[in-house]
């Protein structure tokens, strides 16, 4: 299995930032500038999240996602205040290669199959925030982890899949922005359970972390922000270091 290395643009307020669990924000850069730099390090794809578009009730910002995707070569995936067919259309339209729904999917199911069977499984992200509730029993959570929902992880992502996903990704709001690695018995038990790729999500601070999301958790794709956005790390090291230890990756 092809492992794919991506990092992640949380954006607010037209600037990329990072926080931990999804608080204390801190600004991490401009988003065309570091699109482009990390499709110059090899970056398989990038994910541009509007971090506070579900919350504020409003669309994603249309025109900083067109000006990210004439920056890049590689997939773009797009999400946040994503909330009907025509919103995909949009964000497709301004050049984004997959979207990503969280919030609307919960409250509204049918929109990844309406989504899917329009645009086509494989531009279709679910993506799934959740919050340990129990060990090893998760919740999911929306609204930017703001709210509750009762649903089981393991429950929502097969729906999801079963309704058209083409592929999850998944952020452990406990491990966000705590660089202590990903939560892997998370990653493991919803890629066991799903037929799709799953991107693991949240904790990634060192190598041996992307390392044990493949390995350890199962995830196809390891996304990361902090590790990547303040120069811990290049995106080259970390494929370097995976290919040391038996990963496939592509190298540039």
């Not at 926080?19 to 970056?43: I, W």
Request: charged share 25%; aromatic share 4%.
């Amino acid at each position: 299995m092809l492992r794919r290395i991506i990092p992640c643009l949380d954006v607010k307020d037209g600037r990329v930032v990072k926080g931990t669990k999804f608080l204390n924000l801190r600004d991490a850069g401009d988003p065309v500038e570091l699109a482009r730099h990390y499709d110059e390090e090899g970056a398989d794809e990038l994910v541009f999240l509007d971090i506070s578009a579900t919350v504020e009730g409003r669309k994603t910002m249309v025109e900083l996602v067109r000006e990210t995707s004439r920056a890049v070569s590689i997939p773009l995936t797009v999400g946040g205040g994503i909330r009907s067919l025509e919103d995909v259309r949009t964000i497709l339209s301004a050049g984004a290669d997959k979207v990503s729904i969280s919030t609307a999917a919960v409250q509204e199911p049918e929109l990844i199959s309406r989504a899917a069977d329009e645009f086509g499984s494989s531009s279709i992200v679910v993506a799934i925030d959740v919050k340990e509730a129990a060990p090893g029993r998760w919740e999911v959570v929306t609204h930017g982890g703001q709210k509750g929902t009762g649903l089981d992880v393991l429950a929502w992502a097969e729906k999801a899949a079963s309704l058209g996903a083409g592929e999850i990704l998944l952020t452990s709001m406990d491990r966000d922005g705590t660089k202590d690695g990903y939560d892997n018995k998370l990653n493991w038990a919803v890629a066991s359970s799903v037929d799709i790729p799953v991107i693991a999500s949240g904790g990634a601070g060192t190598l041996e972390h992307l390392l044990a999301g493949a390995v350890e958790g199962g995830a196809e794709g390891l996304l990361a922000a902090s590790m990547f956005h303040f120069g811990h790390y290049t995106i080259r090291e970390a494929k370097e270091y995976l290919r040391a230890h038996g990963i496939q990756v592509r190298l540039p």
